[in-house]
């Protein structure tokens, strides 16, 4: 599937209100959440592969990167697009490289309907830009507080 309609596809997954259960092979472009609401995996964290790990922390150092112009206000509505696709770009090679089970899945796609609603606030589309920064690491603490990824670098805010 070309990078733009894997994209499109994840999306419109994810804008889906009610949930939607996996056809029989897993992938990501055919399930949507189970609920709004992450969970842990019967008290543990849920697990995770590499494409995973190297997606969020390639987004993760994104951020990273971003904060301190965001914070001094030095950041133009260019750099927050290109934040945003850059952002984008790294969902779009998790959703097609990761092959997590279902349920990890699942919850995965809760975070990753966070991190795209955060790159269209970033992108001017309901409200100040840098709230979409804010809103992406809110993601990414929820990431780490609910997925096992060893080695993870929570993003300071």
Do not use: N
Not at 14 to 25: G, I, K, R, Y
Not at 39 to 68: S, V
Request: proline letters at 6%; glycine letters at 8%.
């Amino acid at each position: 599937m070309s990078r733009p309609l894997a994209l499109a596809a994840l999306l419109a997954v994810l804008s889906l209100a009610t949930p939607v259960m996996a056809a029989s092979d897993h992938s990501h472009d055919q399930s949507a959440p189970a609920s709004g609401k992450l969970t842990l995996d019967h008290g543990r964290k849920w697990q995770t592969d590499a494409p995973l790990r190297q997606g969020m922390a390639a987004i993760g150092g994104d951020l990273r990167a971003a904060l301190g112009p965001v914070h001094d206000k030095r950041y133009s509505p260019r750099e927050f697009d290109a934040l945003a696709v850059s952002i984008l770009g790294h969902i779009d090679t998790i959703a097609q490289q990761c092959k997590l089970p279902e349920a990890v899945d699942a919850q995965l796609h809760i975070v990753l309907a966070d991190l795209i609603s955060a790159t269209d606030v970033m992108k001017g589309k309901g409200g100040d830009r840098a709230g979409g920064v804010v809103a992406a690491v809110k993601a990414l603490d929820r990431y780490q507080a609910h997925f096992d990824h060893p080695g993870w670098k929570p993003v300071g805010h």
